[in-house]
């Protein structure tokens, strides 16, 4: 889950993935805030007991922890960004680097087409990686502590149980990802054979053309990419499944 060796390569992104979390659980605390004024305004309601003073009251603090929690969410996107601006520049000059102290060798240990795809859309994945996942890890283990010690003033029977119910979202996402392993490494392997063919055959489409194979060529990257469409439909079905699953047990609880 966290690539100790990969946070090492953005060691300055630490900072920012901490001020993100701090951003998102101080926008928890307001979003708390919110919900008691508004639930304390219906309990007075459906009591009539409702006045101009309480419901001014109310009102204010919701306006105000509204104002804060956009504050909150725009300090955290702003850290996300902090946090990811330079992942694609550092990493690609690391990856180029090294194709450069290799030399044309490079291709006894790894192809063309999949380092090509490692700097295209690996290093995209990555920026994903530094800017939401890693940060997002973090705040959902705070988040629940937090909720957890906020409504044990109200009922701990129930706070207790939420909380128990919490590693039950992180063991399904295990269990899915055990059932997914082989469909992604299928799914991947697909991927960088046609990456590998379009490449192959686009250095040698003069020759194709010369001995007018380029039409064999045609059809058999059409049946790849057919296939390609098929496994990546499966992986969409699995990935949608699995959100469904994650859904069930979070809305359940």
């Not at 990969?6 to 659980?25: D, E």
């Not at 929690?69 to 690391?94: E, T």
């Not at 499944?241 to 994650?246: D, Y």
């Amino acid at each position: 889950m966290i690539k100790k060796r990969l946070v090492g390569l953005l060691s300055h992104a630490k900072k920012y993935i901490i001020y993100q979390v701090v951003w998102q659980w101080l926008a928890l605390l307001c979003q708390v805030v919110m919900i008691y004024s508004a639930s304390m305004l219906l309990e007075t309601a459906l009591f009539r007991e409702v006045t101009a003073r309480t419901a001014a009251r109310c009102g204010v603090l919701v306006l105000a922890a509204l104002i804060l929690r956009f504050v909150c969410d725009r300090q955290a996107s702003h850290a996300s960004y902090r946090a990811s601006v330079d992942v694609k520049r550092i990493l690609r000059d690391k990856i180029y680097s090294k194709l450069l102290r290799l030399g044309a060798s490079y291709r006894e240990k790894v192809t063309t087409s999949e380092v090509v795809q490692m700097a295209a859309e690996g290093v995209e994945q990555l920026e994903t990686y530094f800017g939401k996942y890693l940060s997002q890890l973090f705040y959902s283990l705070l988040a629940p502590v937090t909720l957890f010690v906020i409504l044990s003033f109200v009922n701990w029977q129930a706070s207790l149980v939420l909380l128990v119910c919490v590693p039950l979202i992180p063991i399904s996402i295990v269990a899915v990802q055990k059932i997914a392993k082989k469909l992604l490494n299928k799914y991947w392997g697909i991927y960088t054979e046609l990456g590998d063919s379009f490449l192959e055959n686009l250095q040698g489409l003069t020759t194709l053309k010369i001995y007018r194979s380029d039409e064999k060529k045609a059809e058999e990257m059409d049946e790849e990419s057919q296939r390609f469409r098929q496994i990546t439909m499966k992986v969409l079905t699995m990935q949608l499944n699995s959100t469904s699953v994650m859904d069930i047990i979070a809305y359940s609880r």
